[in-house]
């Protein structure tokens, strides 16, 4: 890591951009892989070389990769919500979004027509996601570290209502091969995917380069071509 701290000390010039980025990720859903793959790392990749810069990617679980860019130890982490964290710098354009679903039992007075029907509920999520900043209802919050333990919850009747990423839900569903016939469904919101900059003269000169490219490059026929050829929806 010695290379990232003298990285981080790159001394800034307005109209000389840093020749690489380090971003930390976790792995997500095949669009950020361990060898640097996938659409997320494809798309960031192609908006920096716009102005020669070099990724670097190291792969960490997702509570390290904030802690990185908190300590200053990376430039960026990959698919932070907007605002989620209140030390790093946010840019104007998100490069991805995902549905936030929430799962209930089939009971009689348990239906989501809306946000509004958290109020008062026993709401849980993924630890460390925030959730809380988005809903902006007044609910018993309670953090999981897994998908599992939340829907061992919800069988157990010890929380009402549990909220995440549609991709995470269907993953972990599929990959344990749930029984979800007495689970319901709905979606809650659209939420925008972002890169979170350290709050460094890096992380800023970072944040700016990639807005002034974004701007005009997420309606390219380049952008979006990055996108058809992974099998995901635009997002804009």
Same mark, same amino acid.
């Given at each position: 890591m010695a290379g990232v701290a003298s990285s981080l000390a790159w001394p800034v010039a307005a109209d000389t951009p840093p020749a690489d980025i380090h971003l930390v990720s976790d792995t997500?859903?095949?669009?950020?892989?361990?060898?640097?793959?996938?659409?997320?790392?494809?798309?960031?990749?192609?908006?920096?070389a716009r102005r020669k810069i070099e990724l670097r990617i190291t792969i960490y679980p997702y509570a390290r990769t904030v802690q990185a860019v908190k300590d200053k130890r990376a430039d960026a982490w990959v698919a932070s919500f907007l605002h989620e964290k209140d030390f790093a710098l946010y840019p104007r354009w998100h490069f991805d979004r995902n549905v936030q679903q929430a799962l209930f039992r089939k009971r009689p007075g348990y239906l989501f027509g809306g946000i509004a029907d958290l109020r008062d509920k026993r709401v849980a999520w993924l630890r460390d996601f925030g959730l809380d900043?988005?809903?902006?209802?007044?609910?018993?919050?309670?953090?999981?570290?897994?998908?599992q333990s939340a829907l061992q919850m919800l069988e157990a009747g010890?929380?009402?209502?549990?909220?995440? !990423?549609?991709?995470?839900?269907?993953?972990?569903?599929n990959s344990r091969g749930v029984d979800?016939?007495?689970?319901?469904?709905?979606?809650?919101?659209?939420?925008?995917?972002?890169l979170a900059f350290a709050d460094t003269a890096r992380g800023e000169v970072l944040r700016r380069i990639w807005d002034e490219e974004m701007e005009t490059f997420h309606k390219s026929d380049t952008f979006k071509?990055?996108?058809?050829? !992974?099998?995901?929806?635009?997002?804009y």
């Open positions: 997500w859903h095949g669009l950020t892989r361990k060898d640097g793959t996938g659409l997320y790392f494809d798309l960031i990749r192609a908006v920096y900043r988005y809903l902006k209802v007044p609910m018993k919050i309670v953090e999981v570290d897994t998908i010890r929380i009402d209502y549990f909220i995440g !990423a549609q991709s995470d839900i269907a993953d972990d569903i979800m016939r007495d689970v319901e469904r709905a979606f809650v919101m659209h939420l925008g995917l972002y071509a990055i996108y058809q050829r !992974a099998g995901f929806d635009y997002p």
